[in-house]
């Protein structure tokens, strides 16, 4: 590749080895070397290329496989008992503040509310976290 339309520094001569992610506060940090950190840097459009369209097709290990569903789980679970405490209470004093009786068909029905505005609203959340 032609360098005229730019100027390569001293010392580079080729892309750093993939997969590598710097991370200049090692033991050896010194902050003048951000300017024009060298052997971290690419400057060539192949480099450039290879390292974009290697990131993106990167594997997961399997542990992080698993984990994933795991997680949602979790998380759906812990989300879903403290939005239920918080609509269960407010129903229950709602109820007793104006001495009506509850049928067992209200907590069902709201829990049932609750799933579809959590399943609603978290598609557009899911989609652009994955």
């Given at each position: 590749?032609?360098?005229?339309?730019?100027?390569?520094?001293?010392?580079?001569?080729?892309?750093?080895?993939?997969?590598?992610?710097?991370?200049?506060?090692?033991?050896?940090?010194?902050?003048v070397?951000?300017?024009?950190?060298?052997?971290?840097?690419?400057?060539?459009?192949?480099?450039?290329?290879?390292?974009?369209?290697?990131?993106?097709?990167?594997?997961?290990?399997?542990?992080?496989?698993?984990?994933?569903?795991?997680?949602f789980?979790?998380?759906?679970?812990?989300?879903?008992?403290?939005?239920?405490?918080?609509?269960?209470v407010?129903?229950?004093?709602?109820?007793?503040?104006?001495?009506?009786?509850?049928?067992?068909?209200?907590?069902?029905?709201?829990?049932?509310?609750?799933?579809?505005?959590?399943?609603?609203?978290?598609?557009?959340?899911?989609?652009?976290?994955?």
């Amino acid at each position: 590749m032609s360098t005229s339309h730019f100027r390569l520094p001293y010392g580079y001569s080729s892309a750093p080895p993939w997969p590598s992610l710097y991370w200049p506060f090692g033991p050896e940090f010194e902050p003048v070397n951000l300017i024009a950190d060298v052997p971290h840097s690419l400057y060539y459009l192949q480099g450039i290329w290879a390292f974009v369209t290697f990131a993106k097709a990167k594997t997961l290990h399997w542990y992080t496989l698993i984990m994933i569903p795991i997680l949602f789980v979790v998380g759906g679970s812990l989300a879903s008992f403290l939005i239920g405490s918080i609509i269960g209470v407010a129903l229950a004093f709602v109820y007793n503040a104006g001495f009506f009786v509850m049928s067992t068909w209200i907590p069902f029905l709201w829990a049932l509310i609750q799933i579809l505005v959590v399943m609603v609203g978290s598609y557009s959340t899911i989609t652009t976290i994955l």
